[in-house]
Nanobody, 123 residues
Framework: VQLQASGGGLVQPGGSLRLSCAAS????????IGWFRQAPGKEREGVSC????????YYADSMKGRFTVSRDNAENTVYLQMNTLKPEDTAVYYC?????????????????WGQGTQVTVSS
């Protein structure tokens, strides 16, 4: 099982980025995928997640209305579109495979993690 997060970079406040999570070694359409982030000196926190069976999504409060998670099972990829980025969104972003098909913000529900991609929001 491998998860490869990409698409991070340096962006100005108010800008946008789209992160990708390329999955391999398992059938993506059977598992929920979550996005998490970790800023320096802070705990890893849940950003968003998407279930496998109906595409239902969950967003942390501070991301609602700005971030959109989607999945393309045929391409084995999950995306996180991030708009109206703020300096406080600066962090390493990780995607992770859930143990089940149901979206969850609980870190314990995720058994495989990608290596992370750095997002820096700064002018």
């Amino acid at each position: 099982v491998q998860l490869q997060a990409s698409g991070g970079g340096l962006v100005q406040p108010g800008g946008s980025l789209r992160l990708s999570c390329a999955a391999s070694g398992f059938a993506l359409d059977y598992y929920a995928i979550g996005w998490f982030r970790q800023a320096p000196g802070k705990e890893r926190e849940g950003v968003s997640c998407i279930s496998s069976y109906d595409g239902s999504t969950y967003y942390a409060d501070s991301m609602k209305g700005r971030f959109t998670v989607s999945r393309d099972n045929a391409e084995n990829t999950v995306y996180l579109q991030m708009n109206t980025l703020k300096p406080e969104d600066t962090a390493v972003y990780y995607c992770a495979k859930s143990r089940s098909s149901t979206a969850s913000q609980l870190r314990a529900m995720y058994d495989y993690w990608g290596q992370g991609t750095q997002v820096t929001v700064s002018s």
